[in-house]
Each structure stands twice: as C-alpha cells, then as structure tokens.
C-alpha cells in the first residue's frame, strides 16, 4: 500500500509539472484551457474520493497517460502536435493524426474506469454483458465530448476552429467516435484479466 501511495503521489507531481510546463505560452490561450478542463475536473474528484474509493494502480496510470495526451494537446493545439507532424512525414499522411490519438484514449481510459466502478458499485460482472455496457458508455462519452464541440463551435465561431481540429475532415467528428470504439474494444480485450486480478487485490 505504502508502495501504491508513492507511485500515485509521483504521478500526482508529474501531473502538475506537465500542467504547468503546458500553460508556458500555449499556442492558443482558449484551446489551452477548452483542452485541459477535463484535467481540472477530474484530478480533484480522484483527490476527494482517493481514502474512500481508490482506484487500482492500472486505472490511475492510464489516467495519467490520458491527461498528459490532453496536456500536450492543449499546448500546441492538436493539429501541431510535433509527434503528429512526425508521424505524418513518416508514414506520409495527409494530416497530423494526433487527435486519433486522443479519441483512442477516450474510448481506451475510461472503459477501465468504467468497468472498474461498475464491477465494485453494480451488480455486474465480468462478462459479455459488462464488455457490452462498458462499450457503450465510452461511446456515449465521445459523443457527448463531439456535442461539446459543436456548442463550442456555435458560441466561440472562429474562436473554436483550434478546438475543433478538424483539419478540414468532414468526417472528423464519426472517425473520432469510431477511434473511441476501438480504444473501449481494445482496452478490454488487451487489460480484463490484469485489471480484474488487481480488482480482486482490492478486496
């Protein structure tokens, strides 16, 4: 336990230094903040609910790597990520792709913490129907995450188009939900035995 609570409170401190180092000269201030809003939401919430409902250790790393996905988002806007550019000279595509990634990991993280709280505070179980349900909720997720954006669109107007990083892709908005479903699939069919087996180290 003592061990957990040390990794957790490096990751905790690594967080906030990514988050600071992210807020030196955004490229866009509004982006920067639109980006990084789940990150001030959510950390708080793991912080009031840690004594009484800590996660497993999988769960807090990949919500760690999930935020440092949105840290590194924010700072340069999605469509300028480096590492996208990288990939797109590499493998000669024809946009900065790092935004898949982000909608990968919205699908991927939170069908973790999904599963997590629905085996510990539901009557389910590992199964098809939990598979099932976890699925759904993350898509439920990205659609909402691509309302946000649209609202966004309609009240920032030119403000927005850093935000929503389309990149001119008409098809943005279903190939980030389709990145979702993928990232959900793919978390549980790759962590289910590791995850359940620190569920049960939980007690």
């Given amino acids: 336990m003592v061990s957990r609570c040390n990794e957790n409170l490096v990751l905790l401190v690594l967080l906030s230094v990514a988050l600071l180092l ?3 000269e955004p490229y866009d201030r509004l982006t920067w903040w639109l980006e990084t809003f789940p990150v001030f939401i959510g950390l708080p919430i793991l912080l009031l609910s840690y004594r009484r409902f800590p996660l497993t250790a999988i769960a807090y790393r990949l919500l760690f790597i999930h935020a ?4 590194v988002g924010a700072h340069y806007t999605y469509a300028r990520v480096p590492i996208g550019f990288w990939l797109q000279d590499w493998l000669e595509l024809s946009r900065n792709h790092y935004d898949r990634l982000g909608h990968l990991a919205q699908g991927f993280v939170p069908a973790i913490l999904a599963r ?8 389910l179980q590992a199964g098809k129907w939990l598979f099932f349900i976890v699925v759904c909720i993350c898509l439920a997720i ?4 691509e309302l946000i954006e649209w609202w966004v669109a309609i009240a920032a107007q ?3 188009i850093e ?7 008409v098809w943005d908005t279903q190939s980030d939900m389709f990145m979702a479903l993928i990232g959900a699939t793919a978390a549980q ?3 289910a035995r590791r995850h359940s087996r620190q569920l049960s180290s939980l007690g």
Avoid at 68 to 71: A, D, E, G, Q
Avoid at 142 to 145: D, K
Wanted: proline share 3%; net charge neutral.
């Fill in 22 to 24: 992210s807020a030196i």
């Fill in 68 to 71: 440092l996905i949105l840290i």
């Fill in 116 to 123: 997590e709280i629905l085996i510990r505070r539901s009557p």
């Fill in 142 to 145: 990205s659609a909402f995450y």
């Fill in 158 to 160: 030119q403000g927005a």
């Fill in 163 to 169: 935000f929503l990083g389309t990149q001119g892709d």
């Fill in 189 to 191: 069919l790759l962590l």
